[in-house]
């Protein structure tokens, strides 16, 4: 006859359900960690390269059309035409999925969707929506399935620091909490402040990724005269 063990004690049950859960912790833990180094994904990002916003000369007729764009440039924000893109719900909590980079010779409608201001830096600039070479090309633009001016999730905007009317010229001057104010296609003014800058190559799609929230990224090459690396400006909704 075969003697059964007798069952675990009170206490012995007790350190078997303990080790269980630290087992369970520790899975857990490695899940939420995932890879070393690797940002956090929490929304859709866009694939390719970041565009160029630089070019590696700027031509003498470039710098005498910034030159007097700098010269000219006032506080006053002139009404907006007809807008060809509607404004964003304030209210629609909806996360964009961001358009991948399109061929560097794309051709695509461009349209004024609002205005950028930077006061710090003397910026006041019509808005464009597209992220074309050619919309780039124009003045700021704004990256397609990334959040509108006050829309939620993350705002991307793409501009030349050193040639055409090179609007991010001096953002390399702006520091945490410096004001960004972005009008939207009717008309509303919504002010962010700036969190911080920081360096990342092309291959640094992850600044595209939508984000719970209401945040504004701005991207132009690093440094002045080269598109080696892009230099980028957060900031959140005030």
Known sequence: MTRSSPPPSRAGRGRAALAASLAGLALTTVALVGVAGAPYKSGPVAHGILPRTASSRESIAE???????????????????????????????TLQTPEDVPDSGATRPIAVIGRILIPKIGLDAELR?????????LGPSHWPGTALPGGFGN???????????APFHDTGNLTAGDAITLVDAAGRAFTY???????????????TEQTPGHTLTLFTCHPLGSSAQRLVIRATLS
């Open 193 to 207: 402040t700036v969190t911080e800058m920081f360096v990342v190559d092309p291959s640094a799609m992850w600044i």
């Open 129 to 137: 929506d597209q992220i074309t070479q050619e919309s780039i090309d």
């Open 155 to 165: 705002m991307v905007i793409a501009g030349h620091r050193n040639s055409h009317t």
């Open 63 to 93: 710098q005498k059309w910034r030159a007097a764009m700098v010269a000219t440039t006032t506080s006053t924000t002139p009404p907006l035409a007809e807008p060809a893109v509607a404004a964003q719900s304030v209210t629609d909590t």
